[in-house]
């Protein structure tokens, strides 16, 4: 079969079940969990996808959150991301309910034509985007290792095509020190406040000598209770981000310095504590992406520059690692929802209504065309990923 009756049959089976794949983001939005939390978010995606006739492996490789479902049983195999997992406070304001049913839809789309393609289909539940490294503990249980080519495509303010994410770790600071009244006794006090600030001026000053591609960015969680004691602990959550892991782990080692001259200065006990593993940089597999780049065009999507008016392809995310493992592309596609961006609340309003809609339904389309395109025997356009 051609390949555009192929890419027209995907597209009316995404048109088909827009409704469902609508009411599915749709929940997800108004029923936001975070890392680790998603059960019913997970349930509702697994659900959907085993209503499809889908094989639904529940509680996966023993994550709760967790799910593998399966179709057809083709000798190349593809899977399409589902995340679900949303941010605390803000909800869905990084889209993941418009991800995890697109994924779903691009399932169900090549699904009737997982023989044709000789494919077997599968979209992966992975929970814990946002700080978790939900996809690097699933890999480190086995996940993804079989699998020939693995994408899925992330909202953002507008359509950027190739990923670019920083590698980032996740650090819980904590300083132990010893409380005393700051009026009468402050010599008998230790004060881990103080810890905290030597630390953070020490990272504002070390900033001017890192590289250009490097960010460090936190928050202080506990500073203390009252003005009149001196604060005997304090703690915080802080991200480092660098080109990739090996650039990270240098700068790793000059950030937890700064933390350490704190605990130096004050006298107070300094714990730092890995919130999850490293996130990888993303390798993109380069006929992939021109596919969709093609294929987004074709669809009508424009493409921003990312220079000027995009950079959320430079966010970290644990699908880098899993592109470090199998062939992968990571697009962006746009929700129109400038000024408002990822991560504000603005932008997770951008994630349902008319405008969202037609992104999920674009999105979905688009991943089973790529698919198609690379997959498809006996046509010019389609060729089968080399292994990495």
């Given at each position: 079969m051609h390949v555009d009756t192929l890419k027209s049959q995907t597209e009316a089976t995404v048109t088909e079940h827009a409704d469902a794949l609508t009411d599915l983001s749709e929940t997800l939005h108004a029923n936001p969990e975070t890392a680790w939390e998603e059960y019913a978010s997970s349930k509702a995606v697994a659900d959907l996808l085993e209503h499809h006739g889908f094989t639904v492996t529940r509680?996966?490789?023993?994550?709760?959150?967790?799910?593998?479902?399966?179709?057809?049983?083709?000798?190349?195999?593809?899977?399409?991301?589902?995340?679900?997992?949303?941010?605390?406070?803000?909800?869905?304001?990084?889209?993941?309910?418009?991800?995890?049913?697109s994924s779903v839809g691009a399932g169900v789309a090549l699904a009737p034509l997982a023989d044709e393609l000789d494919l077997t289909i599968r979209v992966y539940g992975t929970p814990a985007e946002e700080g978790g490294a939900g996809k690097v503990e699933l890999i480190d249980a086995g996940a993804f290792q079989d699998l020939e080519f693995a994408m899925m495509v992330h909202p953002a303010p507008v359509d950027i095509a190739e990923a670019e994410p920083f590698a980032v770790s996740h650090k819980y600071i904590e300083y132990t020190g010893v409380s005393a009244h700051a009026a009468a006794y402050p010599d008998e006090g230790i004060n881990a406040n103080d810890a905290f600030v030597i630390a953070q001026v020490a990272i504002g000053l070390l900033r001017q000598q890192l590289p250009p591609d490097t960010r460090i960015h936190g928050v202080q969680t506990v500073g203390g209770s009252v003005p009149n004691a001196i604060p005997d602990k304090t703690e915080g959550r802080w991200y480092i981000r660098a080109a990739t892991l090996e650039d990270l782990a240098e700068v790793e080692r000059k950030v937890e310095a700064c933390f350490e001259a704190g605990a130096v200065a004050t006298g107070a006990e300094l714990k730092i504590t890995e919130e999850s593993k490293s996130y990888a940089e993303f390798r993109t597999y380069e006929p992939a992406l021109e596919a969709y780049k093609r294929n987004a065009q074709a669809r009508g999507r424009v493409f921003a520059d990312a220079k000027t008016a995009g950079r959320m392809n430079r966010a970290s995310t644990d699908m880098g690692n899993v592109s470090q493992l199998v062939p992968a592309i990571h697009p962006y596609i746009g929700v129109d929802s400038l000024p408002y961006t990822n991560h504000q609340k603005g932008f997770a309003d951008a994630c349902v209504g008319p405008v969202a809609e037609q992104t999920l339904l674009d999105a979905a389309v688009l991943m089973a065309w790529t698919t198609i395109d690379l997959f498809a025997a006996g046509t010019n356009e389609g060729a089968t990923p080399e292994s990495t």
């Open positions: 509680n996966y490789l023993g994550f709760e959150t967790a799910f593998l479902a399966e179709v057809g049983s083709g000798s190349r195999t593809v899977g399409f991301m589902a995340e679900y997992d949303a941010l605390a406070g803000l909800g869905h304001a990084c889209g993941h309910n418009l991800i995890a049913a």
